[in-house]
Structures are given as structure tokens and as C-alpha cells.
């Protein structure tokens, strides 16, 4: 039997216990003769890191006050029967062994479930069963426990030289910053004033995945799932949000049927109530997708972190806003590092950031634990004369992938009545020179002014209007 033979491992062979014992469980013991062995092993594991002689072994059983004399009997008679070939492969008996453990957890995970679906089990209810599932499938032995530097060398270098798997954007200028576009297991986010375009930008950016041929799933709290399926096919069709009500249905259908026939991706938008959802619940959403519909996103849009649950922490009580939704940040990153996607999501601004032509972190509402946790951070502004060039400013903020005074700003094209984003012309970055003050309707000009003091003038860039250098204490619009 292969517990008997994992058994007789543990207990003759210390490189072969070291290297399974921590993906061992008793659960995957079935006879009671077994598991108390088991169990009284990785005992002595813990308490004396090393593997126990017979007699130890024997010594510790026989001091259990829960066993019989005949059960008693049978465990010493199995412990004198453990015998290990010392010419066994070590690798294969590790082998053998893990597909003892998947095979092991997939046979209580069934019986488990049954037991829920029988209405018998005392915790779980019928949701639990994907999580069962998933959970015993996931079963393997991980014997990466960390990047040795001096002997890894040769892997580390070939990490330098190859190319990381990115989702890129359909602008040039993110994709530069950015180095290619978001990675996996990355927290974005995108910082704004209300009406400025964060949703604009999320489903623009979606709609480009798709068509790069990505799966892409839109999670909106603040939007039902048909207004932001309307942004989409807006920018999708090239036309305006009101040509969208008057179009006949057999051209709608045409031009579907066109963009489906030019992309591989599939775009899945999901609303759930303002306040009412989180990580737990867009975790259970991304397993059922894959088992419904073999689904699983490339890139996660959040529409908006803010309006988030938490699953650890509750509003309200003694949890303040800075707390609230840093634990937020957290449980979205880690969910974006356990599904190996990117997700880019959204924050307001605070009030005086909503009036000022130059965000910074500071600017960030509620909590700054948001701009701490995330990897890349960016704000959009949109001033009159931005708006009647038809044209949104991008500021870098935070970015664990490059030089945030590489590009500090630059400007963007938007078509609001198509909901479309595309590259400004190159004379339009040409307007954003390095020497200069930033537009600034609100005490930011004293922030730059102090930027350019401390000799940082020539990664301030300053958008340039045609109005006269008559108000000097305005920021710096010339």
C-alpha cells in the first residue's frame, strides 16, 4: 500500500520526509492505525526536527491515552513492518507521493461535497462546491522555497533578457511608461475628479484589449452592465453614444458580427450593488466564469476601488477611511497575484484636488494607503482649455516600472462622444516644455515653485497656453 510506503519514508529517510511532510495531511490517512502513526511522526518532526526511531515512536504511542490495547497492537505490529529500500529513487517515491496527496484530497473533496448537497454537512453550503473542487486540483508539491543568489545566477539572468508577459495599451505613451503595458499581479490605478473620464478611460482601455485579442472582465459597481456595454460598443462601432439609439437593429448586428470577427478575446461585464462586493465576491466570480464558461480574464477593470467592500473590515464602527481602503488595495492585489492578471481600477480626487490643473498623491481621496499599495498610479486632469483642445493631461504619480519624471506629463486625445482615447499629435507634447511652471488654479503653484527650487526644473513640464504672462501668482499659465 502507498501509505505504508510513505509511512516507512518518513521514517527511515530524512531528505525524502524534509521534502514531503509539509504537503502531507492526515486527512489523506484513512485507517485509524495509520493516521496515528502519521500524526505521532510529524509530532516529533516539530518537536525535535529530525525523523524518530522505532522505539521513540513506539514510547510516544504508548503514552496516548485514547487507544486501545488491541489498537495499541496493530499500530506497533504496522510500525515493525515499515521497511525502506535505501536503493528507492528518491525521486520517484516523491512522485508517487504527490499523486497520493492529489489523488487523496480529490476523494474527500467529492465526499465532502456530497455531504453538502445531501444537506449534511454542518458549515458549507452548495456555493462551497467550486472552491472544494478547485482547492483538491490545486494539490502539488512546491519545492521552489526561495531564490538563492550566488546558485541561481544563471536563472536571473535570463529574467533580465526576456520579455515580460504585458498587457499593452493601444496609446504609445502608456505603453512607453510603462515599459510595454500592465503587468500580472499588478494593482493599477487611474486618480481623477468626478466627470473627468475615469470610466471613459477603463472602457476605452477594455475595448482595445479586446480587439488585441484578451480576455477582458469589466467589474462595474457605480454603472449598470448596459451603460457601460454602450461606452464600449460606442468605441468599438466609432460612433457616438446618441447614433447607438437611432441605428437600426440589422446594422447594429452587422457591425457586431465585424468586430467579432476581428478579435479571439471575449469582454464579460459584471455589476454588482454600490458597496456591496469585494475581493471575496469577485473571487467566486472569476472560479464560476472558468467552470461555466472556461473564462479567465487577462485584465480585471474595477469600477471603482473606492465603492469596494472589504472582506477583512467593515465601514463604519472604529474602521476609519484610511484603513477601510487600504485593506481594500490589498485584497484587490492579492487577488490580482493569486489569478495572475493585472486590475486596473479608479479613485477620486479629494475637493481641492478636484480643482486643481496639477494632481499629486496628496490628492488622492479618503486613504493614502491606496497610492502605498498599488504599482502604478496616474492621474487624468481636464481643464478648459485641455477640454476645448480636446485633449486630457496624464500625470505619472506612482510607478514600480519606471522613472516617474520620464514623461511626468503629457496629454492625451479623447472624442467623449465616441468614447474613444487616442495619441495626441506629437506637436501637442511639444506644448509641454521642460522649463516651465505647471496651469494651476489652486495652491499647486507653490508646490512646483518649490519643485524648481530644489533643481528639479527639468522634469517639471508645463502646459502652454495663449494667454499672456500677466498673472504670475496663477501657477504659470503663459
Not at 486632469?381 to 516600472?401: D, P
Not at 516617474?404 to 496629454?411: E, H, P, S
Request: hydrophobic share 35%; net charge negative.
Amino acid at each position: 500500500m502507498i501509505e505504508n510506503t510513505v509511512l516507512a519514508g518518513l521514517l527511515h529517510n530524512e531528505d525524502y520526509m524534509r521534502r514531503v511532510v509539509p504537503f502531507l495531511s492526515e486527512d489523506y490517512f484513512g485507517d485509524f492505525t495509520d493516521k496515528t502513526i502519521f500524526k505521532s511522526i510529524v509530532k516529533y518532526i516539530s518537536d525535535y526536527n529530525g525523523i524518530p526511531t522505532r522505539e521513540a515512536l513506539r514510547i510516544s504511542i504508548e503514552e496516548k491515552d485514547n487507544i486501545s490495547d488491541d489498537q495499541y497492537k496493530n499500530i506497533v505490529e504496522t510500525i515493525d513492518a515499515l521497511e525502506y529500500d535505501d536503493k528507492t529513487d528518491i525521486d520517484w517515491i516523491v512522485d508517487k507521493t504527490e499523486k497520493f496527496c492529489q489523488d487523496k484530497a480529490v476523494f474527500n473533496a467529492v465526499r465532502e461535497a456530497i455531504l453538502v448537497l445531501d444537506g449534511a454537512h454542518q458549515e458549507l453550503d452548495k456555493g462551497s462546491i467550486p472552491d472544494l473542487l478547485s482547492t483538491a486540483l490545486g494539490v502539488s508539491f512546491d519545492q521552489a522555497i526561495g531564490h538563492d543568489f550566488l546558485e541561481d545566477t544563471e536563472g536571473r539572468y535570463e529574467f533580465y533578457h526576456s520579455k515580460e508577459d504585458k498587457v499593452g495599451f493601444d496609446l504609445d505613451l502608456f505603453n512607453k511608461i510603462t515599459k510595454g503595458g500592465l503587468s500580472r499581479k499588478s494593482l493599477s490605478i487611474c486618480l481623477a475628479g468626478t466627470g473627468v473620464g475615469k470610466t471613459l478611460f477603463m472602457t476605452h482601455c477594455a475595448a482595445a484589449n479586446l480587439m488585441d485579442g484578451k480576455n477582458v472582465l469589466y467589474i462595474t459597481m457605480e454603472m449598470a452592465e448596459e451603460k457601460i456595454s454602450e461606452r464600449i460598443d460606442a468605441n468599438l462601432m466609432n460612433t457616438t453614444m446618441d447614433s447607438l439609439q437611432d441605428m437600426p437593429k440589422d446594422v447594429f448586428m452587422k457591425r457586431i458580427n465585424r468586430v467579432k470577427a476581428k478579435t479571439t478575446g471575449k469582454l464579460i461585464v459584471k455589476e454588482y450593488p454600490t458597496a456591496s462586493a469585494g475581493s471575496s465576491h469577485f473571487r467566486h466570480l472569476l472560479n464560476e466564469l472558468k467552470l461555466k464558461k472556461n473564462f479567465m480574464p487577462d485584465i480585471i477593470y474595477i469600477d471603482y476601488l473606492n465603492i469596494c467592500t472589504s472582506a477583512r473590515m467593515k465601514a463604519g464602527g472604529n474602521v476609519n477611511s484610511y484603513t477601510l481602503i487600504k485593506a481594500i488595495a490589498e485584497e484587490l492585489r492579492g487577488l490580482a497575484v493569486e489569478f495572475n492578471v493585472p486590475i486596473l481600477s479608479a479613485t477620486q480626487t479629494t475637493r481641492t484636488g478636484y480643482s486643481s490643473s496639477d494632481l499629486n498623491l496628496e490628492d488622492t481621496s479618503e486613504s493614502f494607503g491606496l497610492p502605498a499599495t498599488a504599482d502604478f498610479m496616474f492621474g487624468l486632469i481636464s481643464t478648459e482649455e485641455l477640454e476645448g483642445l480636446g485633449q486630457l493631461m496624464v500625470k505619472q504619480l506612482k510607478n514600480r516600472w519606471g522613472d516617474t519624471n520620464t514623461l511626468k506629463r503629457f496629454v492625451i486625445g479623447v472624442d467623449r462622444s465616441k468614447m474613444k482615447l487616442y495619441d495626441a499629435e506629437e506637436s501637442a507634447q511639444q506644448g509641454l516644455v521642460n522649463d516651465g511652471p505647471v496651469a494651476d488654479k489652486g495652491a499647486f503653484g507653490e508646490r512646483m515653485k518649490a519643485e524648481r527650487n530644489d533643481g528639479n526644473s527639468n522634469n517639471v513640464l508645463s502646459y502652454r497656453s495663449n494667454k499672456p504672462k500677466s498673472k504670475p501668482d496663477f501657477g504659470g499659465l503663459k
